[in-house]
C-alpha cells in the first residue's frame, strides 16, 4: 500500500512538473490571433524606458469568445536600436497581480510586445516572419519564449491630435515566468562561452546559422537571455529582426569588437558558434536534420497572415540551411571550421 501511494506521489509530481513545463496559460496555449487595442503617449514611453517607470494604461482585448475585455497594465519603451531608431516602440507591458486576476492575463506579471520598426506596407509580413524564428526555435528546444501573434489598434497622442495604425505585433513571454516553468532561474551577468551547457549552446548556434542570425552574444546576453537550471547555464534567443529570414530592409550585417563581419548581407550565411567536441557537433548536426521536415513545414503554418511567395522564399531559405547540414564537406567548412574558439 505504501509503495502505491509513493507511485501516486510521483506520478502527480512528474505530472505538476510537465504541466509546468508545458505551461498552462491561455494566454499562450491559444495561438489564434489576439486583437488588443491600446493608446500611447511616444515620447513617455522612450522617458519612462530611461527612468524605469512604467505609465499606466489601458489594455483592450477580445476573449476567445469575442467578447470584449480590458486589463489595467504599464508600459515602457524598450530595446535600443528599436527604441532609438523605430517609428513604432518595442513595449515592456507590467500588469499587477490583482489586475490580470479573473483576465486572460492571470499569471502573466510582464510581457514584451514586439511591433514593426517602420510604417511601411511589409510591416505586418516582417513581423510574421519574426514570429516564425521564435517558432522554430520552439521546435528547437523546449528553452524557449513562447509567444502569440496580436492584431493591434494603436492611438498614438501627439498633444491636441491622434494618429491610429492598425498593425500586427509579437507577445513575448517574460524570462522570470519562463524559467518558473523550468524551476530555474534567470541570470543577469555575463559568462564564459565555456559556461554554458554544451549541448543547448550548440543548439542555440546552429539555429541562429539557420535563420542566418549574426546579431546576438551568449556571453554578454545581447539578444539572449539565460537560466540557470539543474547547474546548467542555458541560454534563450529573442529579438530575430536582424536575421536574413526575416530580411528586414533596415537590417545591417553585426559589428563584432569593433569590426565588421566577413558577409556583406544579412542573407549571407556565417557560423558564429562555439568549438564543441566533435561527437557532440554531430549529435547537434542530426538532430537537426531529423528535424527538417517539421522546420520546414512552419512557415505554411502561416499561410493565412503571409503571402504564398513568402512561404515558398521562407521554406527555400530554410532548405540552403539543411544542404550546409546535410553535406559533410561543406558542413566541415562553413560550420566545424570556423567555429569560436571557448573562452
Known amino acids: 500500500m505504501l509503495k502505491k501511494i509513493e507511485l501516486v506521489i510521483l506520478l502527480l509530481a512528474l505530472i505538476i512538473q510537465l504541466d509546468a513545463q508545458t505551461g498552462k496559460d491561455p494566454l499562450f496555449d491559444d495561438q489564434r490571433p489576439l486583437n488588443i487595442a491600446l493608446t500611447v503617449t511616444n515620447k513617455e514611453l522612450k522617458k519612462a524606458k530611461e527612468d524605469s517607470v512604467y505609465i499606466g494604461h489601458m489594455l483592450f482585448y477580445k476573449d476567445a469568445e469575442g467578447n470584449a ?9 524598450r530595446g535600443n536600436f ?13 500588469i499587477k497581480k490583482k489586475d490580470a486576476k479573473g483576465t486572460l492575463f492571470e499569471g502573466n506579471k510582464k510581457l514584451k510586445l514586439v ?45 491636441k491630435k491622434s494618429r491610429n495604425f492598425q498593425t500586427k505585433g509579437i507577445l513575448v513571454e517574460d524570462l522570470d515566468k519562463l524559467a518558473k516553468r523550468f524551476d530555474a532561474k534567470p541570470v543577469k551577468n555575463s559568462l564564459r562561452s565555456s559556461s554554458f551547457q554544451d549541448t543547448a549552446s550548440l543548439r542555440f548556434d546552429f539555429f541562429q546559422l539557420m535563420i542566418s542570425n549574426t546579431d546576438w552574444s551568449k556571453s554578454f546576453q545581447h539578444n539572449a537571455k539565460v537560466i540557470y537550471h539543474q547547474l546548467y547555464y542555458i ?8 536575421a536574413g529570414l526575416v530580411d528586414a530592409p ?4 553585426s559589428q563584432i569588437n569593433g569590426e565588421q563581419l566577413p558577409i556583406s548581407s544579412v542573407r549571407e550565411r556565417l557560423y558564429r558558434g562555439d ?12 538532430e537537426f536534420i531529423s528535424k ?13 497572415e503571409l503571402p504564398d511567395r513568402d512561404v515558398r522564399n521562407m521554406e527555400a531559405y530554410l532548405n540552403d540551411f539543411f544542404k550546409i547540414l546535410e553535406n559533410d564537406r561543406v558542413f ?5 571550421e570556423i567555429c569560436q574558439a571557448l573562452n
Open 292 to 304: 527538417k521536415a517539421r522546420f520546414l513545414a512552419i512557415p505554411s503554418g502561416f499561410k493565412s
Open 82 to 94: 528599436r527604441l532609438n531608431q523605430c517609428y513604432f516602440i518595442p513595449l515592456k507591458i507590467k
Open 115 to 159: 511591433l514593426p520598426c517602420l510604417n511601411q506596407r511589409s510591416k505586418d509580413i516582417l513581423i510574421v516572419r519574426e514570429l516564425i524564428c521564435y517558432k522554430l526555435y520552439e521546435e528547437v528546444t523546449d528553452y524557449a519564449f513562447r509567444t502569440r501573434l496580436i492584431n493591434l489598434d494603436i492611438t498614438e497622442l501627439r498633444g
Open 69 to 77: 475585455d480590458s486589463v489595467k497594465v504599464g508600459l515602457k519603451g
Open 250 to 253: 533596415y537590417s545591417t550585417v
Open 235 to 242: 541560454p534563450i534567443p529573442y529579438d530575430f529582426d536582424m
Open 332 to 336: 566541415a567548412r562553413e560550420v566545424a
Open 275 to 286: 568549438c564543441r567536441p566533435k561527437e557532440l557537433t554531430e549529435f547537434v548536426r542530426r
